[in-house]
């Protein structure tokens, strides 16, 4: 549901959607039958079922899922594997405060929402950070660069962190809301999506809200589907989505 169909509430909740999509390639455990226009549009049909006010995609090659109900905002960068995209529905209440965006390269993009009907101003941070155990150090200075850069104190930072749950603790500290999704956004004990993979479970798409940003409702898509009789993922992550809330600034009594 989009926030067009919310109702009248002049400061309602945004839905808002995360997916790491694998270069759009094929999973190992896919049928020969399944090709790259399938793969295309099972994202369009996954993101049309959802129905997010924001899309937030990772790990793209130099193409973007067409998805007829949302705008792409005119930036990218360059990850340490693929592109990433900000998309915004047509209809919500967002498209209308005239968004901007910005590429923080090879960190991800910065979308800023400029105060509109009484919702504050506010960002949204479309990441894909550096990979691996040995990479912490690397991921904590993407992140400081990212929150350097946004043009608000409102940030939500979304995507594919690739962070490890001794990584959180200190985005804690700085003051984000990190809250843990109740299952695994990367669960390769189940999704063997690449033959050569090691099997492990992780919580790498994730949501950090700073103080003024809220999160709830928070799931991870994670069922399989089924072609030919043979069931696979779409892509190596699961796709996550959640409820945003930009309280209102309570006046100074």
């Not at 940030?155 to 003051?175: P, Q, Y």
Request: with cysteine.
């Amino acid at each position: 549901m989009t926030s067009g169909e919310l109702g009248t509430d002049p400061n309602p909740p945004l839905t808002l959607v995360s997916w790491n999509l694998a270069m759009l390639e094929r999973s190992a455990e896919a049928p020969g039958s399944v090709h790259h226009d399938m793969i295309e549009n099972a994202v369009r049909e996954f993101t049309l079922e959802l129905a997010p006010d924001v899309v937030c995609w990772q790990e793209l090659p130099n193409k973007v899922p067409f998805v007829e109900t949302l705008d792409l905002m005119q930036a990218t960068t360059r990850s340490h594997s693929g592109r990433l995209a900000t998309l915004i529905a047509k209809d919500s209440a967002l498209a209308a405060c005239e968004p901007t965006i910005e590429a923080v390269d090879g960190v991800g993009l910065l979308s800023t929402f400029p105060e509109h009907d009484g919702r504050p101003a506010f960002t949204v941070g479309n990441v894909h950070l550096e990979p691996g155990k040995g990479g912490a150090g690397r991921r904590l200075e993407q992140l400081g660069e990212l929150v350097s850069k946004s043009p608000t104190e409102r940030l939500l930072v979304v995507g594919d962190t690739n962070m490890r749950l001794a990584d959180v603790e200190f985005v804690v500290s700085a003051g984000f809301d990190a809250p843990k999704p109740s299952r695994p956004t990367w669960n390769s004990k189940k999704n063997h999506f690449r033959t050569d993979g090691h099997e492990f479970t992780a919580y790498f798409t994730r949501m950090f809200a700073s103080p003024g940003v809220e999160i709830t409702k928070t799931v991870v898509h994670d069922k399989p589907t089924t072609i030919d009789g043979t069931t696979f993922y779409w892509s190596d992550h699961f796709a996550v989505s959640a409820t945003i809330t930009i309280p209102s600034e309570t006046p100074a009594s």
